[in-house]
């Protein structure tokens, strides 16, 4: 089980979280609380593991509670406003949920923390190597292994929303479902045709052509928002520019 808490300042916003937090078998409620020292205590303490946390707290902000609490628990930020985004992501923060959230983008996001929490198992690296040989020219699909040894799965370049690394795991997240397979991002990288997938983070591969808006350093993909890194900014913005 993973414990977890619900920090925020408005107390229905604690409780639609804990709504969704009951309904997951993996995920074990600790508390709701809208004191955020509260919270911080619980976490130093060792009582959790996971934190839903709101941004906009009135005596301890989100991204002051992350500097505190430094990598003691992972946390998923919650806010209605999407441009602390890029700050949530600066300190290693899981995932970042929109107001209102609703149950498919929260299950979305606590997914990535149970692959965390229970990895899949790892497969031999000849295994691995099977799915990263070049593609016949004009493919559009791909196959990956999945969580079990002879399990394979189709996945259409035209489906792939963005890849998110996870160590020695990815996700690939596609409009109907998440993809785990035992891969790094950067094998993922050289695999994928380069005119249709960018890597814009440490740890995201986004679709190029899947983008609804770019803002600052923040890239809009349906709800979901993906942070451009430092490294890959410049490079980025010039592949943008050169799009007909």
Excluded: W
Excluded at 29 to 57: H, P, R, S, W, Y
Excluded at 153 to 175: C, H, M, P, Q, R
Excluded at 227 to 233: A, D, H, K, L
Aim: charged share 25%.
């Amino acid at each position: 089980m993973i414990r977890c808490i619900a920090v925020d300042d408005e107390a229905y916003a604690s409780e639609i979280l804990a709504t969704h937090i009951r309904k997951l078998p993996f995920l074990e409620l600790i508390a709701t609380t809208t004191n955020a020292f509260e919270a911080l205590t619980m976490v130093q303490e060792g009582k959790v593991d996971l934190v839903f946390l709101d941004i906009q707290m009135p005596e301890l902000t989100g991204i002051q509670f992350l500097k505190i609490c430094g990598h003691k628990c992972k946390v998923i930020l919650t806010t209605a406003y999407p441009e602390y985004a890029l700050d949530g992501f600066e300190h290693d923060v899981i995932d970042y949920l929109l107001k209102p959230i609703s149950f498919e983008r929260f299950y979305k996001a606590v997914q990535k923390v149970e692959v965390l929490f229970h990895p899949p198992a790892p497969v031999a690296e000849s295994e691995n190597m099977a799915l990263l040989q070049t593609p016949t020219a004009g493919t559009d699909y791909m196959f990956i292994k999945g969580e079990s040894k002879n399990k394979f799965i189709k996945v259409s370049y035209d489906d792939i929303l963005y890849i998110e690394g996870l160590k020695n795991y990815i996700s690939i997240f596609t409009a109907e479902e998440r993809i785990i397979t035992y891969l790094t991002l950067r094998e993922m990288e050289l695999y994928l045709p380069k005119t249709r997938f960018y890597r814009v983070h440490k740890s995201y591969i986004i679709a190029i052509d899947k983008i609804r808006m770019i803002d600052g350093n923040s890239i809009f993909i349906k709800e979901n928002i993906i942070p451009v890194g430092e490294t890959y900014r410049d490079e980025f913005f010039k592949v943008i520019r050169e799009i007909k």
